[in-house]
């Protein structure tokens, strides 16, 4: 496949860079670069690939999949808001046999790390799905997708009550391979997200992946119906960027060694350095693909320069220092102007 | 396969109740077959408007100084057709293309008609030119509200053997619809394939004309779409497969044009229940 990309922003390239080490360690899966796409906004990463390299990034987290076909919902499915976009899809999908047959051996013979996510109705469903999974080739991981708003019961969601959450975690943690690292996808509306991912750590994740959409609504003016055929939808993009940072931090501040997945309206280099200063070990780039095909490698770029630029010879010791205590004494020794800018 | 680059504004123009815009897209238009489009990026890096717009490739040059240029029919519909309607001269836009399926062109020389709804005739003028290169007969129907919402009537006069014009106001040509004059057309001509771009109410009697003459129709359908790209599943409508079984298809990647007696025109804005994963009573 050829490709051919003249990114928007800076190109890695541009002018010299200096090189450090971008790699992450996820719950045990090495990644050469911490930007990952988001589930739901790669589909299975074959549209991507025309555009970057997906085998350079971190990982491709696939589209949520479910045990069955799914068709999803009705149109109108989407709706733009101001610097962010709601959704309605529906976890449309092949289901797992065609996705594993297909799409999955597709990402393995590509070469690329998969994070496979998964959705059920059931915890039975998520069960039957992990075990599916167990017997397929190319999973680097899973990840727990318990925070869809797009179902017709808001009971459905998981990820909103500790209890529920926990079974289906500890359902897919019983029927995947041991050593499997499984995340949990957590909703950001929670009063407590904090419990929320105690519950699923102890009910055996590995880590969490935060966060997923917000549940929101646009009204149509001109029909004056609410405009997205599922009436609600999930909002994602910069608009609820300061939501995922604040999530990341509260939930580094309760559990200091928790592998964190960030995500929620990255779109450059600055806005991932936030997501790991405040404790994010990888990052999934979602929405800013559907406005930038390339933005992960664009982004891998950035946050480089940004590292570099803030006199960091690593990813990993950029990972949580927004936690450092105030008085603490700077590790990186060189130049440290812009602590008081 | 679709590439993604940083044209320059080379001319943008008004043309009735539209603008034409001419980019350079090196790699995009060089590739780029009747009925393909491309999405452009609106408002800038920092756009609080981050879904990207899609357009039908109306024309390109391939050669020339600039490596390849394409041009896009604009209707002003929103704050991001407003922001594209004024750019000027050397201004940056990202370009995202070729995208789609194009028209699929007949093997053997058979009579063409070709119909547009408002500025759906953009992508008819390099597929009038194809189809004519291959010793087809190319007959358009044009048709908008009014005179104004017309595109490029002068233009197709010269690529068509004839053209037939109708507006619902009857300010230029014959009062009604396309679809009003497509019938007789298509029998005076003997069509065998109709090729459709506007609304679809326009395509769904389009596609129904074609079949009662067993004709073959490519309809071009225009969709709701975030991406362009085949990832974010919003463009999607209810089309029956060849095995007889109905999937819900992206208008990106499967699309933007279809087979008109492929597409469950009664249903798109719904999921029919007899499709592939369909809720079920109690479900999703």
Redesign the interface.
């Known amino acids: 496949?050829?490709?051919?990309?003249?990114?928007?922003?800076p190109l890695p390239g541009d002018e010299p860079v200096v090189q450090i080490d971008m790699s992450t360690d996820l719950a045990g899966i090495e990644l050469p670069s911490p930007v990952m796409t988001a589930s739901?906004?790669?589909?299975a990463g074959r549209?991507?690939d025309?555009?970057f390299d997906i085998t350079t990034i971190g990982a491709i987290v696939t589209?949520s999949v479910m045990l069955?076909?799914?068709?999803?919902?009705?149109?109108?499915?989407?709706a733009?808001t101001?610097?962010?976009?709601l959704?309605s899809?529906?976890?449309?999908?092949p289901?797992i046999d065609r996705f594993i047959e297909h799409d999955l051996a597709w990402l393995s013979e590509r070469g690329a790390r998969t994070i496979v996510s998964i959705a059920g109705?059931s915890v039975d469903e998520y069960a039957k799905l992990a075990a599916r999974l167990r017997i397929a080739r190319g999973v680097s991981a899973i990840e727990v997708n318990i925070s869809c708003p797009n179902?017709?019961d808001r009971g459905q969601v998981f990820a909103c009550d500790p209890n529920s959450a926990a079974s289906v975690i500890q359902a897919v943690k019983r029927h995947s391979e041991p050593r499997m690292p499984i995340f949990a996808k957590l909703s950001p509306d929670v009063t407590d997200i904090v419990s929320i991912a105690g519950a699923v750590v102890r009910a055996g994740a590995s880590g969490v992946s935060v966060i997923n959409t917000l549940l929101g609504m646009v009204i149509n003016p001109d029909t004056m119906r609410p405009h997205l055929?599922g009436v609600t939808g999930g909002l994602s993009?910069?608009a609820i960027r300061p939501v995922a940072v604040r999530c990341v931090w509260q939930i580094r501040q309760a559990f200091p060694d928790l592998p964190i997945i960030g995500m929620g309206g990255i779109r450059s280099g600055m806005d991932a350095l936030e997501f790991i200063l405040a404790g994010a070990n990888a990052l999934s780039v979602g929405?800013?693909?559907?406005?930038?095909?390339?933005a992960p490698v664009r982004i891998h770029a950035e946050l480089q320069r940004a590292l570099v630029d803030r006199g960091f010879s690593s990813l990993s010791e950029a990972i949580s220092y927004a936690h450092r205590p105030k008085d603490a004494i700077p590790e990186v020794d060189d130049e440290l102007d812009f602590i008081s800018e | 396969m679709a590439v993604q680059v940083r044209g320059e504004v080379l001319d943008i123009r008004r043309v009735g109740a539209y603008q034409v815009l001419s980019l350079t897209a090196p790699g995009i238009a060089d590739i780029a077959r009747p009925g393909h489009f491309v999405t452009l990026g609106i408002g800038g890096e920092e756009s609080s408007m981050l879904l990207r717009r899609a357009f039908a490739i109306h024309q390109v040059q391939s050669r020339g100084v600039y490596g390849g240029t394409l041009d896009i029919v604009i209707g002003v519909h929103g704050k991001g057709t407003r922001w594209l309607a004024d750019r000027r001269r050397h201004d940056a836009i990202d370009i995202v293309g070729p995208l789609g399926r194009p028209f699929i062109l007949p093997k053997e020389r058979v009579p063409c008609v070709l119909v547009g709804g408002g500025y759906g005739s953009a992508p008819l003028f390099m597929l009038a030119e194809q189809l004519r290169e291959r010793g087809c007969r190319v007959d358009v129907v044009v048709g908008a509200a009014t005179e104004e919402k017309l595109f490029g009537v002068l233009e197709l006069k010269r690529l068509a053997s004839t053209l037939t014009i109708t507006t619902d106001d009857g300010s230029l040509g014959e009062r009604g619809r396309v679809t009003d004059v497509l019938p007789e057309l298509m029998d005076r001509v003997d069509a065998a394939v109709v090729y459709a771009c506007g609304p679809m109410p326009m395509l769904q009697r389009v596609a129904e004309v074609a079949e009662e003459r067993q004709a073959y129709s490519q309809c071009a359908v225009e969709e709701a779409m975030a991406c362009g790209i085949g990832v974010c599943m919003t463009c999607v409508l209810p089309v029956v497969g060849e095995d007889g079984v109905t999937r819900m298809l992206r208008s990106c990647v499967e699309g933007p044009v279809f087979r008109g007696d492929r597409v469950r025109w009664n249903d798109v804005g719904t999921i029919p229940t007899d499709t592939l994963g369909a809720p079920v009573e109690g479900g999703h």
Do not use: W, Y
């Open positions: 496949m050829s490709r051919a990309v003249i990114s928007q922003g739901g906004c790669a589909a549209e991507l025309q555009f589209k069955q076909p799914r068709s999803g919902r009705a149109t109108p499915r989407m733009e101001p610097s962010g976009m959704n899809i529906g976890l449309q999908g289901g109705g179902v017709e055929a993009g910069p929405t800013a693909v559907f406005h930038d095909p390339s």
